[in-house]
């Protein structure tokens, strides 16, 4: 997910920054109102980049329940379309097609669901696709929600 990579990167590349900066001082390489504002941007970016991370993983969480929820109704279907299929309630050509529409869309949703749960774990930006080198001008950036 090219936005949860982003959040991470954001983090990564202040805290990498800032790093950096703070080396600069403690040899004296760097200005104080210099680097008090560049320590500023740096943190603001480290901000950004986990309050985004916590959002989308967020939303993530609420993906991943739906879809758990969806994948504990189709056992039941499954056994309702035999059903069906053994009384003569539908053909055979019926019962065969349905029954590979909804062993597709288990799969579908089972697929979801592993490419979510490896998205909620993922701790950095290589865990979730590699680094994605973000610029510090304000056009990139993805602005925190309204909602949070």
């Known amino acids: 997910m090219r936005k949860l990579r982003i959040a ?5 590349k202040g805290e990498q920054l800032l790093t950096r900066l703070n080396e600069l001082q403690a ?9 008090e504002k560049k ?11 986990s309050l985004e991370v916590d959002a989308i ?3 993530l969480a609420t993906k991943l329940d739906a879809l758990r929820k969806d994948l504990e109704k189709f056992p039941q279907e499954l056994k309702d379309l035999e059903l ?6 539908i ?4 019962y065969m097609r349905q029954d590979q529409r909804i062993r597709a869309r288990i799969k579908k949703l ?8 490896q998205l909620l774990g993922a701790e950095s930006a290589e865990d979730a696709g590699g680094f994605i080198d973000v610029p510090l001008d304000k056009k990139f950036r993805i602005r925190r929600p309204d909602w949070l």
């Open 110 to 117: 089972e697929d979801d669901a592993r490419n979510t749960e």
């Open 91 to 94: 053909p055979a050509s019926t």
């Open 8 to 12: 991470f990167s954001k983090r990564e």
């Open 39 to 49: 320590k500023e941007q740096y943190e603001r970016l480290i901000e950004e980049g």
């Open 27 to 35: 040899n004296g390489e760097v200005e104080e109102a210099a680097y």
């Open 84 to 89: 069906k299929s053994k009384v003569g309630e």
């Open 57 to 59: 993983k967020g939303a």
